[in-house]
């Protein structure tokens, strides 16, 4: 295993992700590979590469970055949500390249300023690499060096087949510090949910938002939980089963009051972060392993792979699908039928009271259960 900190050492400038390699991949297609990712559009995808070394594992790597009218442009595809400047208001809108000069500008740590974060850097040129998809001139230069089928992404299939290991951003050790220092190192003070959105990702935000929000949350429950049982101390066994009674039922209420806190804060922040609405399913790109003949997007105008005939996904899921699922329930079935049974006959016959036997039988019955 190769630790990332080795490729770190020899990161250029200017560098988002990373295309690892094996020891054995073919030079003939990792120089065609190169060649499509640095010719200009349409051909190719005019990304700026560098590749590189690793002497101790033998292994050739990608280190790329994108022009800033490549960013413009995938930004406008993906209609990435930025801010405007403060002075024409700071909401968020859907970036154009026409009015790239209204958005607000972002400091980064080396002190230049840019429209973009690292984070949607990182995540444009994965798009943009995402976007390279095989048609048949591709698979005639290929040669069967590479599987790759047409309409399929190429990186992705081969990310999938192996011959490339593995494809990762890169961090920027001042923003981490930073992050370290107002976040990991704080106990009580809050979360800084931006910074850790501008930086991982409104997903990973999410995440951590959600997980204070709960923790927060659990301590009305355990104070009520705790007052409730000093007051039942040493009652008798009526009073205390009313109170549990009275402490399940305050569960219920409690739970359905924190899910709609919860659904309301989210939405807030969803809003705040520009991730609210979703683009139509008609302007989604089509998923990176979805494979198909070229055609031509009525809506977009941008070469897409085709679906499939309507006949032949229905003979799949009738066929192949529906099949195996009925399949695997007349098994759980059968499995449940012979358990029982099985019950039965160990309940109608002495158990010997040993441990092996005992903690068998028990199993028996935890088996049953999640059954």
């Not at 976007?131 to 992705?156: K, M, P, T």
């Not at 190192?185 to 999410?206: C, H, R, S, T, W």
């Not at 007052?227 to 009313?242: T, V």
């Not at 358990?339 to 088996?367: E, T």
Request: net charge neutral.
């Amino acid at each position: 295993m190769t630790p990332r900190r080795l490729w770190l050492n020899k990161i250029p400038t200017q560098c988002d992700v990373v295309i690892e390699f094996p020891e054995d991949a073919p030079d003939e297609a990792l120089r065609w590979l190169l060649a499509r990712i640095r010719s200009q559009p349409p051909a190719g995808l005019g990304l700026v590469v560098q590749v590189k070394a690793h002497e101790s594992s033998r292994r050739n790597a990608f280190y790329i970055s994108a022009p800033t009218n490549i960013l413009f442009r995938a930004a406008e595809e993906a209609r990435l949500p930025k801010r405007l400047r403060p002075d024409l208001g700071g909401a968020l809108r859907e970036f154009t390249t026409r009015e790239s000069h209204c958005f607000q500008q972002i400091k980064s740590d080396d002190g230049n300023t840019s429209l973009f974060t690292s984070q949607e850097r990182q995540w444009l040129v994965l798009q943009v690499l995402q976007g390279l998809r095989a048609g048949q001139s591709d698979i005639e230069a290929l040669q069967g060096r590479a599987a790759v089928e047409e309409g399929q992404s190429i990186v992705a299939a081969w990310q999938e087949t192996g011959l490339i290991m593995q494809i990762f951003p890169l961090h920027e050790t001042k923003s981490l510090a930073s992050l370290q220092k107002s976040w990991v190192k704080q106990v009580l003070a809050p979360q800084p949910l931006d910074d850790i959105a501008e930086y991982f990702g409104v997903k990973v935000a999410l995440y951590f938002a959600w997980l204070g929000h709960y923790t927060c949350a659990l301590g009305v429950p355990a104070v009520f939980g705790t007052i409730l049982y000093a007051f039942l101390w040493g009652k008798n066994q009526m009073a205390q089963d009313m109170g549990h009674v009275l402490f399940s039922l305050f569960n219920v209420a409690w739970a359905s009051l924190y899910l709609e806190a919860w659904k309301r804060y989210s939405v807030e922040l969803a809003f705040r972060w520009g991730t609210l609405s979703t683009p139509p399913e008609l302007l989604e790109p089509p998923r990176p392993l979805y494979k198909g003949p070229l055609v031509e997007n009525n809506v977009t105008g941008r070469l897409e792979p085709k679906e499939a005939p309507a006949w032949k996904r229905r003979a799949f899921r009738y066929l192949v699908s529906f099949p195996i699922i009925g399949l695997c329930l007349f098994l759980v079935f059968v499995v449940m039928f012979l358990m029982l049974r099985f019950q039965d006959w160990l309940d109608n016959n002495n158990i010997p009271d040993s441990g092996i036997a005992q903690c068998m039988y028990n199993l028996h019955k935890v088996i049953i259960i999640h059954i």
